[in-house]
């Protein structure tokens, strides 16, 4: 039983777009925020909940027992999100560490094959599979033309050695969003692991794992989740938990029937059967303050709502943009990423393409922030975007 007193947990009564969603972002009262998908702003109910962490530490008011509620509810929460089980999630820092925990404990062997579109990933869903080289495994590259993941090239390409595939779910540039229904499904005929870095869609389009086929999601909180840099979360389908040996371990990842974290029992010890049986150590504790905030107003809002809310905005962005003859990226699937210019024409930050800076440029002087990315002009959406900030957009790059 816990001795101190719960988080206020906020009250889920919100619509998409409303002012009174809004007014919990201070960043709305001075910024037309576009930028999501690099990077989320604090919500007053999430810095409040960090705020009752560091109260706690400072008044030593709780111990670890107590804190590390904020991890277990945090993980429920994000279960009930993505319509997975409890055991299925594992607490992580980010992507990265989602997507390393599965590639260093899937069963490969040599001359397995591992299919990946370079073209469409960000750097972290691509080292840790170069990484995996060295057991003798092949990493099939399927050619992404302009940024675009082809289902049908990965289905083409699968065989009988094809173990995993690995995809984001909405890619950071130009936006794409995957079919995983129709890849899902592909891979769920051939016992084939399909790994979703997840991390530009989780918080803001729906996800049902009870739905979708997909075998691995590996996301951050510091996106559309809402919540700091370095918490996440991991989530792998129970049939495959078993096959899984992670290469790391400490006494969070072992099956124990007490919580003395200090005491080792014997020395034999058994994985826990569960998707915990990733979780390395100690928890950054903050993060789990802020995802469990996060994850109150994201259920209340209620990702169906938010999926409806960013579509029906990033289409009129889209529309808007193209009527001022922009050349807007066009994605096969509806996304909430918004995108403009030739992709890969500059990088990170920066375009070769003059018209692209400009936009960029007069957009900032607007206080409208937005991102580039791959040599494009991109612009996210959440459920606190409204119509008003399509129309700044609009205005601001339709002056002459
Ligand atoms: C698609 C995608 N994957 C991964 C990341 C980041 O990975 P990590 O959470 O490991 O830093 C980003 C953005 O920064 C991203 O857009």
Redesign the pocket.
Known sequence: MSTIAPVQAHAPHLACGSEALRALFPALARTTYLSI?DKTILADPVRGSVETFLDRLAQASANRVDHEEMVTASRRKFARLVGAGEDEIAVMR????GINSIATAFPLAEGDNVLLALGAE?P??IYPWLHQQRRGIELRNIPASEGHIDVGALVSAMDARTRLVSV?SV??APGERTDLMALGTECRKRGIFLLV?G??SAGILHHDFGQEPIDGFAS?T??GLLGLYGY?FLYVRRAWLDRLMPVHMSRTGVSADNDDASAMGDLRYTPRPDAQRFELGSYNLAGAYAADAALDLILGLGTKAIEAHVLALAEELREGLQRLGLPVFIPRLPAHLVTVGTVDAGGHGYSTDPVITRYHGRLADAGIVSTIRRGQLRMGLHAYSNRADIEAVLQCVGRS
């Not at 980010?94 to 560490?97: G, Q, Y």
């Open positions: 998908c980010n992507v990265s560490d960000h972290n869903n984001a890619s950071f870095d991390v530009q951050s510091s996106k996440g």
